[in-house]
C-alpha cells in the first residue's frame, strides 16, 4: 500500500522523526491559510499524487511543474488555484495522467548536503538493514551501479532492533560530528521505531538533507507497507486513497480477490499466484499479451468465481479470455458453476476458453456442456493459451 | 527414501478445529498419514472425529502421543505464536500451511529458530508429500504417483499442474515440497536441494521457482558444483509488472532485482535446463532422465 507525501509526514511528526513543517489542503482558501500558518517567505506547494516525477510534470491545463515554490501565502493560493482539480501528467502516470484533489504547502529548506537513508526488508537474512549514502536526492540504484564503495549497509537483529550506537555509527559514517551527528542519531532512532511498530517493509528517506542553518531533516519519503499486517494498523488502512488505484482493483478488492491490470487484450482467472503468474507467461509465449493478473485463491465461492469474471468482462481491451483452473482445495464444479452464472448475468462479449483439471473436473466439464454456452474447451495448459490467443485474433 | 517425511511421521495437527484446519486434516487422514493428535486451545480432552486426541497445547500433545511433525492451520495474527509453541515442544518438523502471516512476525521467528533443532517449512505453503507414504497439507493426493523425481517450489496450484504432468506420462515423485510464497520463509530451496541431493531414491529434480528474492539463484550456484543429477526448472513470472506484489507476499520485482529473466540465467549457468513453457516442464525432465 502506498501513502501521499502529507501523510508521510504526518507519521514522522508522530514519530519525532524531523522534516521540514508542512500541512495539506484541498482548496486554495485553505492553502492561502495553512501557508500563513508557516509563518515563513520560503515557501512550496506540492501536487499530492501517488505517481513521482511530479517536479518535471505538466498539468492539462497548461500549468508546468508539480511542485512550485513562493514566497507569500498569496502566491500559494494561486498556485493551489492552477493545481486543484487538474490533470497532472509525470513520466509516471500515463497521457491520462492524475486528477489533484489535494496539495501539501510546506517550508522550503536551503540544502547543505543531500544524503540517502532507508531501512528495508533483507529476504535472504531476514532482518531489517539499514542502507546509507552520502549520495542523497539521486535514484540508489545509480549510486549502487557507479559507486557502489558509497554505500553503506548495517544489519539490524530482529529481536533487539536498531541500537543507539549504531545509529551514532551511520550518522558518523554520513560524515555528521557535533550536535549533527547526535540529531541524526535520533532521527534514525525514530525512523526504525516508526518502521517497525507500523509494519513498514520499506522507509526510503530520499533526500536526508543538512540544511543550511545545520538542521538535519527528512525531505521526501517513500514507505511501503507489509500488506499482512493491516489488520493490526487500522490507521494506515484509513491512508488508503482508492482514486490513486487503478478502479478495476478497487472493485477487485472489495470482493477478496487478488487482480492486477495490465496493458494487453487477454484477460485470465486462474487459481492460485504461481499458476497465475505462469498462465500469464504462457499466454505471451503462445504470442498474446495478458489483460489482467488474477489469483481467486484456493477457496474461491462461486460469487466470487461470478464478480470476478464482471471484472474481467467490464475491461473494454478485452478479446478474449481464458479460465484456467488446477482444482485441489478448489473444485471444478464450483468454478463452472461460478462461470455460468457469470455469463447469464452479462452477456459474453468475447470468447471464453475453459481449461479445467483436478478436483471434480467431470462434474465441472458436464455443467459446462449441459449449459450450452459457447466455451472453447482445451484439454491442457499448451493448448489452452493456443487457443486463446487464435481467439482474441478473431479466429 | 524420500526426503522429510514417510511411514513413521506422526502428524499434530495444530488449529485442528478451524475449517480449513479440520478439512485438511481428513484429507491427510484419508490419503493415509498417521495424525496423532491435534491441538485447540480450550477443547483439550474432547477428540477430532472420535479418534484423534485434541489437547490445549502442542507442550502436551507431543507428551502424549510422541507426534514429531505438526502441519499449522491456525489464522495470520496468532501463526507465529503456534510455530513457536512447536519449536518450543520440540517438534522436529513445522509445516506452516496459514498465509498472511505479518513479515515482522516471520522475521523474529526465524532469529528464534535459528538456536532450535525445528525444522520449520514455509509458511503460506501447500506441504510436502511423499506419495504414497505421507501427505501433510493441502494438495489434492490423488495427483500424485509414487516414484524418483524430487519437486521443489514456492507455490501450491503450479507444482499441481506440474506433478499433474509426470504422473499421466507414468512419472512419479519421491518428494514434492512446497518452501512457501512469503518473502522470509523457513526451509529454503537450497536446503531441500541438498536434502534430494542425498536421496539415493531421488534421481532428477523439477525446481520451480518465481520474480522475487534471489533464493532460486543461491540454489543453482550450489547445483553447479554439488548435484549430480539431471534438473530441470521453470520461473513463473517473466510477464509480471515490476513492484506488483503478484498475489504471494514475496512474488515482486524490486527494482532490477528478483526478475524472472535473471533466474533463469542463473539456471542456465548452472546447467539447469529451463522449460520454455509451464506447459512443458514434466516433458522436460522425462527427456533429461531419458538423456
Known amino acids: ?383 489452452a493459451a493456443r487457443l486463446v490467443v487464435a481467439a482474441a485474433r478473431g479466429e | 527414501m524420500s526426503i522429510l517425511v514417510n511411514r513413521n511421521t506422526r502428524l499434530l495437527v495444530q488449529g485442528i478445529t478451524g475449517q480449513s484446519g479440520a478439512f485438511h486434516a481428513r484429507g491427510c487422514m484419508e490419503y493415509g498419514t498417521n495424525v496423532v493428535a491435534g491441538v485447540t486451545p480450550g477443547k483439550g480432552k474432547q477428540s477430532f472425529d472420535g479418534k484423534i486426541p485434541i489437547f490445549d497445547t502442542v507442550s502436551q500433545a507431543r507428551k502424549r502421543t510422541g507426534c514429531n511433525a505438526t502441519m499449522i492451520f491456525v489464522p495470520a495474527p496468532f501463526a507465529a505464536d503456534a510455530i513457536l509453541e512447536a519449536a518450543d515442544a520440540g517438534v522436529e518438523l513445522i509445516v506452516c500451511i496459514t498465509e498472511g502471516i505479518p513479515v515482522m512476525d516471520m522475521m523474529r521467528v526465524k532469529a528464534v529458530l535459528k538456536d532450535s533443532k525445528s525444522r520449520l517449512v514455509g509458511p503460506n505453503c501447500p506441504g510436502i508429500i511423499t506419495p504414497g507414504e505421507c501427505k501433510i497439507g493441502i494438495m489434492p493426493g490423488y495427483i500424485h504417483k509414487r516414484g524418483n523425481i524430487g519437486v521443489i517450489s514456492r507455490s501450491g496450484t503450479l507444482t499441481y499442474e506440474t506433478v499433474w504432468q509426470l504422473t499421466q506420462r507414468g512419472y512419479g515423485q519421491s518428494t514434492c515440497i512446497g518452501v512457501g510464497g512469503d518473502p522470509i520463509g523457513g526451509t529454503s530451496y537450497l536446503d531441500v536441494v541438498k536434502m534430494f541431493a542425498d536421496d539415493p531414491e531421488t534421481k532428477g529434480l523439477i525446481l520451480i521457482g518465481e520474480i522475487g528474492g534471489d533464493a532460486e539463484e543461491e540454489a543453482a550456484a550450489w547445483i553447479k558444483t554439488n548435484f549430480k543429477k539431471p534438473v530441470c526448472a521453470f520461473i513463473a513470472g517473466a510477464t509480471a509488472p515490476p513492484g506488483r506484489r503478484m498475489g504471494h507476499a514475496g512474488a515482486i520485482v524490486a527494482g532490477s532485482s528478483g526478475t524472472a529473466a535473471a533466474k533463469i540465467e542463473a539456471m542456465r549457468a548452472a546447467g539447469i535446463t529451463a522449460a520454455e513453457t509451464p506447459a512443458m516442464v514434466g516433458e522436460t525432465m522425462i527427456k533429461l532422465l531419458k538423456s
Do not use: W
Not at chain 1, 493560493?77 to 509525470?90: D, F, K, P, S
Open chain 1, 1 to 383: 500500500m502506498n501513502i501521499h507525501e502529507y501523510q508521510a509526514k504526518e507519521l514522522f511528526e508522530r514519530f519525532g522523526v524531523a522534516s521540514p513543517k508542512g500541512k495539506p489542503a484541498q482548496t486554495p482558501e485553505e492553502t492561502e491559510k495553512v501557508a500563513a500558518d508557516l509563518k515563513t517567505s520560503s515557501l512550496v506547494v506540492k501536487a499530492q499524487i501517488h505517481a513521482g516525477g511530479r517536479g518535471k510534470g505538466v498539468f492539462k491545463n497548461g500549468f508546468k511543474g508539480g511542485v512550485k515554490l513562493c514566497s507569500s501565502p498569496g502566491e500559494a493560493r494561486e498556485i493551489a488555484q492552477n493545481m486543484l482539480g487538474h490533470y497532472l501528467v509525470t513520466n509516471q502516470t500515463g497521457p491520462g495522467g492524475r486528477l489533484v484533489r489535494k496539495i501539501m504547502v510546506a517550508e522550503s529548506v536551503q540544502i547543505q548536503r543531500e544524503l540517502y537513508f532507508a531501512i528495508l526488508l533483507d529476504r535472504k537474512i531476514g532482518s531489517p538493514v539499514v542502507v546509507v549514502s552520502t549520495e542523497g536526492g539521486v535514484d540508489i540504484e545509480t549510486v549502487a551501479a557507479k559507486s557502489p564503495e558509497k554505500i553503506v549497509r548495517e544489519v539490524i537483529h530482529p529481536l533487539i532492533g536498531m541500537q543507539p550506537f549504531m545509529a551514532l555509527k551511520l550518522a558518523s559514517q554520513l560524515g555528521f560530528s557535533g550536535e549533527q551527528l547526535k540529531a541524526a542519531a535520533k532521527l534514525f532512532m525514530n525512523v526504525y521505531r516508526l518502521f517497525s511498530s507500523m509494519d513498514c517493509s520499506l522507509v526510503e528517506i530520499n533526500p536526508l538533507v543538512l540544511t543550511t542553518t545545520n538542521e538535519v531533516l527528512a525531505l521526501d519519503a517513500k514507505f511501503n507497507f507489509d500488506d499482512n499486517a493491516l489488520y493490526r494498523h487500522p490507521e494506515i488502512v484509513a491512508m488508503r486513497d482508492e482514486h490513486e488505484e487503478d478502479p478495476r482493483e478497487v472493485e477487485a478488492s472489495k470482493f477478496g480477490l487478488n487482480y492486477i491490470g495490465l496493458d494487453g487484450n487477454i484477460a485470465c482467472l486462474v487459481n492460485g499466484a504461481g499458476l497465475a503468474m505462469a498462465t500469464m507467461d504462457i499466454i505471451k509465449y503462445a504470442g498474446g499479451q495478458p489483460a489482467n493478473f488474477l489469483d481467486v485463491g484456493g477457496g474461491a465461492s462461486e460469487e466470487q468465481v461470478t464478480e470476478a469474471f464482471k471484472i474481467l468482462v467490464a475491461d473494454k481491451n478485452v478479446k478474449a479470455i481464458l479460465v484456467n483452473i488446477f482444482g485441489g482445495i478448489m473444485r471444478c464444479d464450483v468454478i463452472a458453476q461460478g462461470i455460468i452464472n457469470a455469463v447469464k448475468a452479462v452477456t459474453l462479449p468475447v470468447p471464453l476458453v475453459v481449461r479445467l483439471e483436478g478436483t471434480n473436473v467431470d462434474q465441472g466439464k458436464k455443467l459446462l456442456i449441459e449449459s450450452k454456452l459457447p466455451i472453447r474447451a482445451a484439454g491442457d495448459l499448451g493448448e
